[in-house]
């Protein structure tokens, strides 16, 4: 096994934030960046779509090329639903937020029951994948607000159940032509109906690659997690990448605490979990899920081993080299993240 991991757009805000944070992300053997470019606030890459906020350094294309050479996937992490909260988008875009619709609420909140708006949301998503080597495009905030007080309108009263499925969809047929993968954070809570996603749909329907319910469980809340890995197990599991917070409350999970979690993940199948967010990981646990999962990388190796030379014996020539081979790109990519390590505990 080894993670995702959420970066925050503030983190790699200048090239030297950028390397600081790729040089984490190699220290905790990480699989993919998901590096946050559009919210509610700025959108941080070239865009011809956008108001876009960048000048001079680009830190999409930056983070892209840093990842290509420390061998980390990076996908670019956008958040639809927020988009309406920064007043240059309202300005290029009026009538596509929730407090749009006459008589019914003031939420700055994109209305996916539009479809202008839909359309928008995969326009964003082609044009990244057009413009950068991204390996995915990662949607957050692909929801409505749940909204619960006696005072305030549900979305259920002007939205459809079918909205955010349909732009999920929308965004993974543009992406197709690029050969970029589509990913999405879901809420945990009855796949996240309450919030208009139904993300087990997605899934089901295979127009995502990766859904990332976020299961910021406490560690005293191992039996509820537990629960769901139960309840998502059904579902095509490699489709599922567990999101796990690294603090919760603004205290720092334990090395064991996250491991513990991990494990649960594990033992259920899941072999993909996805870490929220790179500092929000202390030192002492960044360390020893490196070591966690270098252990997890050489039980893999093992296991392989044994099948190349069951294949051997059974004369599979061609099948067992292929297995040599990976076995090969394994510790080649094991061996480099180690002296990339060790460089950077050493500066």
């Known amino acids: 096994m080894t993670p995702g991991c959420w970066v925050q757009f503030r983190n790699v805000d200048t090239p030297a934030d950028a390397d600081q944070a790729f040089d984490r992300l190699v220290q905790l053997g990480a699989r993919a960046a998901y590096i946050l470019v559009g919210d509610g606030v700025a959108f941080g890459y070239r865009s011809d779509v956008l108001p876009c906020s960048i000048r001079d350094y680009d830190p999409l294309a930056y983070c892209v090329e840093k990842g290509r050479d420390v061998g ?18 309202r300005m290029y875009y009026p009538g596509l937020s929730v407090s749009d619709i006459p008589g019914l609420t003031s939420d700055l909140w994109l209305n996916f029951g539009n479809e202008t708006a839909r359309i928008l949301v995969a326009e964003i998503a082609a044009e990244i994948a057009a413009g950068y080597a991204v390996d995915g495009v990662h949607l957050d905030y692909v929801r409505y607000l749940n909204r619960t007080s006696d005072t305030d309108v549900r979305w259920s009263e002007y939205a459809s159940d079918t909205d955010v499925p349909a732009t999920v969809e929308l965004c993974y047929q543009e992406l197709q032509a690029y050969d970029v993968a589509l990913s999405a954070a ?12 139904m993300w087990d749909r997605w899934v089901r329907g295979e127009y995502i690659d990766a859904v990332m319910p976020m299961a910021y469980y ?14 998502w197990s059904a579902l095509p599991q490699d489709r599922i990448h567990i999101g796990l917070s690294a603090r919760d409350d603004g205290v720092d999970k334990r090395p064991g605490q996250m491991i513990e979690q991990i494990e649960a993940c594990q033992s259920a199948g899941f072999d993909n979990i996805c870490v929220f967010d790179l500092y929000k990981i202390s030192s002492e646990t960044l360390q020893a899920l490196r070591d966690y999962f270098e252990e997890e990388t050489m039980d ?16 599979l020539e061609a099948e067992a080299d292929e297995v040599a081979d990976l076995i090969a790109r394994l510790r080649v990519r094991d061996d480099e993240l180690d002296a990339l390590a060790d460089v950077i505990e050493d500066d």
């Open 72 to 89: 980390i996937e990076t996908h670019a992490w956008i958040c639809p639903g927020r988009m309406p909260q920064a007043e240059a988008f």
């Open 300 to 315: 893999v190796i093992d296991h392989l081993l044994a099948a190349e030379e069951m294949l051997r014996t059974a004369g």
């Open 218 to 231: 406490t560690p005293a809340e191992l039996t509820e997690l537990q629960t769901k890995i139960f309840e």
């Open 186 to 197: 879901g809420m945990t809570l009855r796949f996240g109906e309450s919030h208009g996603q």
